[in-house]
């Protein structure tokens, strides 16, 4: 039932990308799809579900909104996907995508642009899905998408909030090699580094926040201005891109739409909340600026950047990190999310880890080879991370390549 109801469509290349205007097909007796290439069309929906349903910070409707504005590549589209029950006729989930070219063939993305750490469609409710429901709304969702090549969704979630995510539960999605990291976090805020922290983590922890009181005085200040905010945040780009540059590593924040899609969402985010920016400062000094989201209970870390130069023998990046857990749990917040990446702060704070998902598939002979591609770059890169010493050696030679090409 669900499988029939998916039209694949055998074209590599449609002439302006058009799609057609949003109508509601009945792509099973399940559920029904609607396709929108605008947000203003599906904002009541998306707002709705924002504020009532489950979704995570990274779909918030003014997060989507500033990368189609500012970051969405030249000739790619939003294509956002209504799901109803086909009973009822009551909204479902929203599914945003964006289609764009990629080496001479169409691929579906995740509406990321690189911005977004996990991909989970908006949820109408906490209700619970089952495989069998994820595949049938998913069938919905592939019987209306414009002709494509492939399909590429990573960072899946297994979890929103306590909900299973239908893009976990489908049985073309595999786990991939990205993890995320987070803590649990409740009680009193002034003790919940000793109780939910390893041990080596809080006595490191106290050790440096001694060290910093005895310079002058330790103050976490948030960015609660737009002045503020523009300030802060320069001094997290400049010291994460001069950190970035002394390790030989690339840093996204290098590209001018990056940087002014993280300051604007900043600055919008002031009336609501849902983006905190926070500096560590000791005396006159910032040595550490931690940007956050925040939405429904959980905190977001996202971009961190420190200045080791101010205090030496200390961790800048740690300090704000467990200070801001003491806020967290201040504003009765009760989850801390690390974000994606394996580093090693994370478990030495006692952070639990989980794999996250990619869902990835080709339509027409140019997707398949692409999708095998990408499978073989993935099990290669597995490869090497589960060999240190190879690992050591090819962080080593990049970071080379990087200073010589920072230098040229």
């Known amino acids: 039932m669900a499988g029939q109801a998916v039209r694949i469509a055998e074209v590599t290349d449609v002439p302006g990308g058009q799609v057609s205007p949003p109508v509601a097909i009945a792509a099973n007796d399940i559920y029904t799809a609607r396709l929108h290439t605008s947000l203003e069309t599906v904002r009541p929906l998306w707002l709705r579900f924002q504020a009532d349903g489950v979704c995570t910070a990274h779909q918030h409707y003014a997060w989507a909104e500033e990368i189609i504005a500012r970051l969405m590549p030249k000739g790619a589209e939003a294509i956002i996907v209504e799901v109803r029950d086909a009973a009822t006729g009551a909204p479902r989930m929203l599914v ?144 994460r891109l001069d950190r970035f540059r002394e390790l030989g590593r690339f840093d996204l ?59 030496p023998n200390v961790s800048p990046g740690l300090a704000i990190m467990g200070r801001l857990m003491s806020w967290a749990r201040e504003q009765g917040l009760g989850y801390f999310d690390l974000s994606v990446g394996n580093q090693s702060y994370k478990q030495h704070m006692g952070a639990t880890g989980s794999v996250l998902a990619e869902l990835r598939h080709g339509f027409t002979m140019r997707g398949s080879v692409a999708s095998n591609a990408i499978e073989f770059r993935n099990r290669a890169e597995a490869f090497v991370r589960a060999n240190p010493r190879l690992l050591k050696a090819v962080q080593g030679t990049m970071r080379g390549l990087r200073r010589l090409r920072g230098g040229s």
């Open 253 to 311: 924040l290098t590209q001018k739409p990056i940087v002014d899609f993280y300051l604007n969402a900043a600055i919008r985010a002031l009336s609501d909340g849902s983006v905190r920016l926070f500096g560590l400062r000791v005396g006159e000094a910032l040595i550490a600026v931690q940007y956050l989201l925040v939405h429904q209970g959980t905190v977001h870390a996202l971009l961190i950047a420190m200045d080791q130069s101010v205090v």
């Open 96 to 239: 945003p995508l964006m289609r764009r070219r990629s080496f001479h063939h169409w691929v579906i993305e995740w509406l990321s642009c690189g911005v977004c750490d996990y991909s989970a469609p908006l949820l109408a409710d906490a209700n619970p899905w089952t495989r069998q429901s994820a595949e049938a709304a998913w069938a919905a969702v592939r019987s209306v998408l414009p002709p494509a090549d492939r399909v590429h969704i990573t960072g899946i979630p297994q979890r929103i909030h306590g909900v299973a995510n239908p893009l976990a539960l489908l049985p073309a999605t595999r786990d991939s090699i990205q993890t995320t990291f987070g803590l649990a976090i409740d009680g009193d805020p002034e003790t919940v580094l000793k109780r939910l922290c390893r041990p080596s983590f809080v006595k490191e922890f106290g050790k440096d926040w001694r060290r910093l009181e005895r310079l002058g005085g330790v103050e976490l200040v948030e960015a609660d201005t737009s002045a503020k905010v523009e300030d802060t945040f320069g001094e997290l780009v400049r010291m």
